[in-house]
């Protein structure tokens, strides 16, 4: 979203929502209404901490004030030994989506370039990595085709496991406009559980864990059947794919996958998903043949625009990959996407998850523009624009995120960083790696802005400073990348994470990295110049930015000189001779499709421009429900709380409207444990417990057998007791499925 901020004295004192801006169009939800107050909690970090006995260093004393450079020597000295002991792959960082993208830029620049390390990540990983896969593997280029606009085009709306009500709201608020100013505009909210996204929706269907893998394949089925495909649009534009099956969820440390991805052909898919017979798909989903019908209706019928949505519910999934790809199966088939009002379109919910994580690359295994390290054309290009030596950037990725913290359970990461995340309430099966912390050896410094559970168990803490109090750009799920100035100085000693990236290169010996022209990059008379552009003596962010962009030109990923972005609200790349795209793939809308093709998969040139409709089955989950542990677990969040609560559990208002996470019952299954609102119970599972209050009719209902708790709050270690399964292509964990079990305390 787009805020206007009212700034008196040097502090924030309100915000607004931009009524120039097409994404909000001057609205905020709460949790944008509350930005002034997010920076000003009393127990906001101003200066660096080190674990401290007797005046020195002790991973067993302590967290004690200490000075800037003592708190970067410190670092150093730990990152030099366990690279000398270990090699650079045991170094490693752990960003977000909350990273401007110059942060995460320059995280990728040294790591890769610098350290010679891949063992970068995100927690992007944990909510988005399914998305990307599935845009790769399918089109062979990453992010969605459409954008906001495509809202006002549609008729109807199927949320496959995306509660957009309180999720994202604003959008939410595009689509409830759509419905109420066109009666023929329908919602249908398939899901496991019923929520807010329920009330506005014509249908609510709800379907047993992870069988949304089998709705997808029998919706094709019927499809196929009622001659309801697109066979114009499939011949033209679509090729077909088979992989690699029972592949496994992950479990073991060290685990590895590979596709054995095999040519298949539309005879062969019909004879596949035939078998996902309207019984068959109720047998494994509870979801009734009527109800499978009715969605099939809604994609076959070509007078019907249909935008399908998904988040968490289909990317935190054990085959995440595999549901992506069949949702996009249903769009190649009907020939409904790339135009308006017809997309399937991935929602994400950080503010530049797409800009910051998926487009620079800040993944193990990514680089900039969609390349990846594996590749040596790719590590060719990137070397050349960063003027290192070839043979710099490692050919193999090392660890994504879950294997990460494995690793330094293990040993073979000796130094771990956190900014902008609290992975040590954010993990699943978080018990293991909580311990990990622990043992002698192991280094964790976190960059943060408030004490967290993550503060609460590092060596070394480092004060942050946050949004505008710093120079940022990030980039949202329409392609749309945004830019603001800084307005407040951070408090006390807090940095920004630009700054404490680039002084650690500085003290590594990879300062080079990152020195450009004064002469060509000045700070502009009047500007108010960020931490990092002070300490530099020219402006970084510009600098960074300009090589940044080179990745992207002449790749379908262009992107505007710098001083274009000031002078608008966001801009959609591919950004061509200063138009930005609102439609990907299609003649007419992108530059990048040639003149006479009408629709160009141009990401996948080795598949003859051709999209990829995959052959992928229903596989069960790894942990189902037995008599030991009768109930599912499904995690989430809720309307008022962003992800850990750092920020808007400070806030009184929000704090007050849901102080604490609950676990949400069906009636009956309360009725059946004799259970009502307010009774204390134990939730645990093979891994571990948490004790919480209940909640019957509230918001969230869980379909019978399941129990929801959302995991911002602290108090309420909901982790502790989730699955650390994971999607072995993109290997996303899976918080939404785990066998529990439920006693009264």
């Not at 990030?474 to 990236?501: C, Y």
């Not at 262009?558 to 138009?579: C, I, M, Q, S």
């Amino acid at each position: 979203c787009s805020v206007l901020v009212g700034v008196k004295n040097g502090k924030i004192m309100a915000v607004k929502g931009d009524p120039k801006s097409s994404v909000n169009q001057g609205t905020l939800c709460v949790k944008g209404y509350s930005l002034p107050f997010i920076q000003y909690a009393k127990d906001r970090l101003t200066t660096p901490l080190v674990r401290m006995k007797n005046g020195r260093y002790n991973k067993h004393g302590e967290l004690t004030e200490t000075s800037w450079d003592k708190a970067m020597d410190l670092i150093v000295s730990k990152v030099k030994q366990a690279i000398k002991e270990k090699g650079p792959a045991s170094v490693a960082m752990f960003g977000s989506g909350q990273w401007t993208i110059w942060e995460g830029y320059v995280a990728a620049k040294l790591w890769k370039g610098g350290l010679r390390s891949n063992s970068l990540e995100v927690n992007a990983r944990h909510c988005m990595a399914s998305a990307v896969a599935g845009f790769m593997t399918t089109f062979g280029m990453d992010e969605p085709m459409g954008t906001y606009e495509d809202f006002s085009h549609a008729d109807v709306f199927v949320l496959w496991g995306a509660n957009m009500a309180e999720m994202h709201p604003i959008l939410f608020s595009k689509v409830t406009d759509r419905l109420l100013s066109n009666k023929n505009a329908q919602l249908v909210n398939l899901t496991t559980l019923s929520n807010r996204s329920s009330e506005m929706a014509n249908r609510e269907i709800i379907f047993k864990p992870q069988s949304d893998l089998a709705i997808a394949n029998g919706i094709a089925n019927l499809l196929i059947k009622k001659g309801l495909i697109n066979e114009r649009f499939l011949e033209k534009h679509v090729l077909f794919k088979s992989g690699k099956e029972n592949i496994g969820y992950g479990l073991e440390d060290k685990f590895t996958f590979k596709e054995d991805a095999k040519p298949a052909d539309f005879h062969t898919y019909k004879e596949y998903v035939s078998r996902y017979t309207p019984e068959y798909v109720e047998k494994i989903s509870g979801v009734s043949p009527s109800d499978l019908n009715y969605l099939t209706k809604i994609y076959g019928n070509p007078k019907v625009k249909v935008i399908s949505f998904w988040t968490m519910g289909m990317n935190q999934h054990t085959r995440g990959t595999w549901i992506n790809n069949l949702v996009y199966n249903l769009h190649l088939l009907t020939g409904k996407i790339s135009e308006p009002g017809n997309q399937p379109y991935s929602l994400t919910g950080q503010p530049s998850a797409c800009g910051t994580c998926r487009e620079v690359g800040t993944f193990t295994h990514r680089l900039p523009a969609d390349m990846v390290v594996s590749n040596p054309v790719h590590r060719a290009v990137t070397e050349k624009i960063w003027k290192i030596p070839s043979g710099t950037i490692p050919a193999k990725p090392t660890y994504h995120a879950v294997e990460m913290l494995k690793a330094f359970d293990r040993g073979d990461v000796m130094v771990f960083w956190s900014m902008t995340a609290n992975p040590f309430q954010c993990y699943p099966n978080l018990n293991r790696y909580r311990d990990g912390v622990l043992k002698e050896g192991r280094f964790v410094i976190v960059s943060d802005v408030y004490p967290t559970r993550s503060t609460e168990i590092a060596d070394v803490v480092l004060p942050t400073a946050m949004w505008v109090e710093k120079e940022g750009a990030f980039g949202n799920a329409e392609r749309r990348t945004h830019f603001w100035k800084q307005m407040v100085d951070a408090p006390g000693e807090s940095k920004s994470d630009l700054w404490q990236i680039i002084e650690f290169a500085e003290r590594m010996g990879h300062g080079k990295l990152f020195k450009y022209s004064a002469k060509d990059y000045p700070i502009p008379r009047g500007h108010k110049a960020s931490d990092a552009s002070k300490t530099a003596g020219f402006y970084i962010e510009k600098a960074l930015w300009e090589e940044y962009r080179q990745f992207g030109i002449g790749y379908a990923h262009d992107l505007a000189p710098f001083e274009v972005y000031h002078k608008t609200r966001g801009l959609r790349w591919p950004v061509v001779n200063g138009k930005e795209t609102l439609i990907r793939y299609r003649e007419g809308y992108d530059p990048y499709v040639e003149k006479g093709k009408g629709v160009q998969f141009y990401g996948n040139k080795k598949h003859q421009d051709r999209a990829i409709v995959w052959l992928r089955p229903y596989e069960a989950p790894p942990e189902i429900p037995d008599a030991d542990y009768p109930f599912w677990l499904c995690t989430g969040r809720v309307l008022e709380h962003w992800h850990s609560g750092t920020m808007t559990r400070r806030v009184k208002t929000l704090y007050k409207a849901y102080p604490h996470a609950t676990g949400n019952l069906h009636p009956k299954d309360a009725k059946k444990l004799g259970l009502k609102t307010g009774d204390k119970v134990r939730i645990s599972s093979r891994r571990g417990e948490v004790i919480l209050y209940v909640e019957v009719g509230g918001r969230v209902t869980p379909q019978q057998g399941m129990v929801y708790v959302p995991w911002f709050d602290e108090d309420v270690m909901i982790n502790n007791v989730t699955l650390d399964a994971y999607c072995p292509i993109s290997k996303q964990a899976d918080y939404k499925k785990c066998a529990v079990k439920i006693d009264r305390v």
